[in-house]
């Protein structure tokens, strides 16, 4: 089930996939794609989100990146526990 902040997204990336031909739907719907997994995660897990975010937006010292690798970390957790609970549904 979408989120409801999400769904003009999803909804945007199924017409995207109703109009474009297949060889070009990859390319040409990509944009809508990677926004619609980028709300899932932000609505999931928004504070880990947003830390990831902070911290790996660009290059940096080499603090800077171990902190980035952490908030990775951070955020794959946080969304582990929402797939597990979904599926011990």
């Known amino acids: 089930m979408p989120m409801r902040s999400c769904d003009r997204l999803q909804e945007a990336l199924l017409q995207c996939h109703r109009r474009m031909p297949e060889p070009a ?30 911290f790996c937006s660009s290059g940096g010292t080499s603090l800077k990146r171990k ?20 599926e011990q549904r």
């Open 67 to 86: 902190q980035c690798e952490e908030a990775q970390f951070s955020l794959s957790l946080c969304l582990s526990r929402h797939q597990r609970q979904y």
């Open 25 to 54: 739907r990859r390319s040409g719907c990509r944009h809508l794609n990677k926004a619609l997994a980028e709300c899932f995660v932000a609505e999931a897990c928004p504070e880990e989100f947003e830390v990831v975010r902070s």
